[in-house]
């Protein structure tokens, strides 16, 4: 049971490129998230899926798109990466939105922009 | 802004003492919840705490809220060098369905 995966693990790339992360999570969760992590920041909360076919926008959502590809899947989108973008990207999955639970997270996606 | 902040951002202590986190949110939430983070990787629910819970215990933890004051603590007794990681609290907002971090506790624990 692999929980919640994240490719890719690592990702240098330089100002202006494109690039998905791909999520995807096996526990049959309805909710989705996208946070990033910046040192002394925390955690800060990109985009959310509540369920398949509904994307929202969470704190930090410019220059970012998502895709709630299925029940599995939430992927997301830098489409012109910029040097502020650099950071650790987390996925995370919990079972209903809405009804108090807890975030199971995957292992991170750490992401350069040069 | 970000909703929760916790307090302080670091702390060193020797193993078998307590440690003992702070954490302060803004808005009215639907509960409370810490998670624990090992460097360089994901982030592990510890432990959650509705609104209308005063305090709750899960092995070596304890955790307290005061909606009053919109604060919780985190207590976590006879630590052990195994506990050194940073630690987090978030709070799920009424109406939003979403998960608010604050930036962290680094917690030492020196054998």
């Known amino acids: 049971n692999a929980g919640v995966t994240q490719t890719p693990k690592f990702q240098v790339l330089k100002t202006g490129q494109s690039m998905t992360l791909q999520c995807a999570q096996d526990?049959?969760?309805?909710?989705m998230y996208w946070y990033r992590q910046d040192p002394g920041m925390g955690l800060r909360l990109i985009y959310y899926s509540a369920s398949e076919g509904t994307t929202d926008k969470g704190e930090v959502p410019n220059g970012y798109n998502v895709s709630r590809l299925n029940k599995r899947e939430f992927s997301l989108r830098l489409e012109s990466a910029a040097p502020s973008q650099t950071s650790v990207y987390f996925c995370?999955?919990?079972?209903?939105?809405?009804?108090?639970?807890?975030?199971?997270f995957g292992e991170g996606s750490r992401l350069t922009v040069l | 802004s970000q909703q929760g902040e916790e307090d302080p951002q670091a702390l060193s202590i020797q193993e078998g003492e307590n440690a003992t986190m702070n954490c302060s949110y803004k808005t009215s939430i639907n509960n409370l919840q810490w998670y624990r983070q090992n460097s360089g990787r994901g982030l592990v629910h510890l432990i959650l705490i509705r609104s209308n819970e005063r305090e709750k215990h899960s092995g070596r933890l304890r955790v307290t809220l005061d909606t009053s004051k919109k604060s919780s603590s985190l207590l976590i007794t006879a630590s052990r060098a195994a506990d050194t990681a940073s630690y987090f609290c978030?709070?799920?907002?009424?109406?939003?369905?979403?998960?608010?971090f604050g930036s962290g506790t680094k917690l030492n624990v020196k054998p």
């Open positions: 978030a709070t799920e907002v009424h109406n939003f369905n979403k998960f608010y």
């Open positions: 526990m049959n969760h309805n909710s």
């Open positions: 995370a999955s919990d079972p209903v939105a809405g009804v108090s639970g807890e975030l199971f």
